[in-house]
């Protein structure tokens, strides 16, 4: 069993839809990261996250650490939001374990 | 400030070369990861370093690759002898501190090696 599991692995959307990304994780952390990866670009951090919730324009993320989930939501989403999404925790090692990512397309 | 520097972007090197990828933290920042995406599958580990120091290298295959972080100038990955399973996309992040809470990590847009 990965130590990072990401639901779903694929996602296709209207544009406008509420999206959901979720992330379970069996590890103990220190934080966790959603990443944005665009079809062969670099990859950018969205979000870092050791509680609660964390809002940037139309992205939300929320992480429970008791239950040892985050989700990353995308409101009114668009297609320039297409891109692979990974959750990525880090214990306390300092290195980052990455899930095997989510790949979102937003149909116009 | 610019951000997270990896050259090249893209390598081409025939099986049995040397790769040299290089990477400039962003300023300020003191502590770089080497993580190798292989087609098709996710982000893996390769190295943690800071300046001189190789703090965790567990993820390195044991033989062939090597990092360094020097004192002055880039850190650099170094692949001897690549055959045709180093191809792959290999990102450099960098962070200003060990790991604080609220210091977030800084991606490279990566640097895409193919080995014919």
């Known amino acids: 069993k990965n130590e990072v599991e990401q639901s779903p692995q694929n996602l296709t959307a209207q544009e406008g839809e509420f999206i959901t990304i979720n992330c379970s994780y069996s590890?103990?952390?220190?934080?966790l990261h959603w990443l944005q990866q665009h079809p062969g670009g670099g990859i950018v951090s969205l979000f870092m996250?050791?509680?609660g919730k964390k809002k940037h324009g139309r992205l939300i993320a929320t992480i429970n650490i008791q239950e040892k989930h985050s989700s990353l939501h995308i409101t009114a989403s668009h297609p320039r939001d297409s891109a692979v999404y990974i959750c990525?925790?880090?214990?306390?090692?300092?290195?980052?374990?990455f899930g095997s990512g989510t790949q979102l397309t937003v149909l116009p | 400030n610019a951000g997270v520097m990896q050259n090249p972007r893209h390598l081409v090197r025939r099986r049995g070369q040397e790769a040299r990828l290089r990477c400039s933290p962003m300023?300020?920042?003191?502590?770089v990861y080497w993580y190798r995406q292989l087609p098709e599958e996710g982000l893996k580990f390769m190295v943690y370093?800071?300046?001189?120091?190789?703090?965790?290298e567990s993820g390195m295959p044991k033989e062939r690759f090597s990092a360094e972080f020097p004192k002055e100038g880039p850190s650099i990955l170094r692949i001897q002898q690549v055959v045709r399973g180093d191809s792959a996309a290999y990102f450099c992040?960098?962070?200003?501190?060990?790991?604080?809470?609220?210091?977030?990590?800084?991606f490279g847009e990566g640097s895409w090696l193919t080995v014919v």
């Open positions: 996250l050791s509680s």
């Open positions: 590890v103990g952390i220190s934080a």
């Open positions: 370093l800071q300046k001189e120091n190789i703090i965790d």
């Open positions: 992040a960098s962070s200003p501190d060990q790991g604080a809470l609220g210091n977030t990590i800084y």
């Open positions: 990525a925790v880090r214990g306390s090692a300092r290195q980052l374990t």
């Open positions: 300023k300020g920042h003191s502590h």
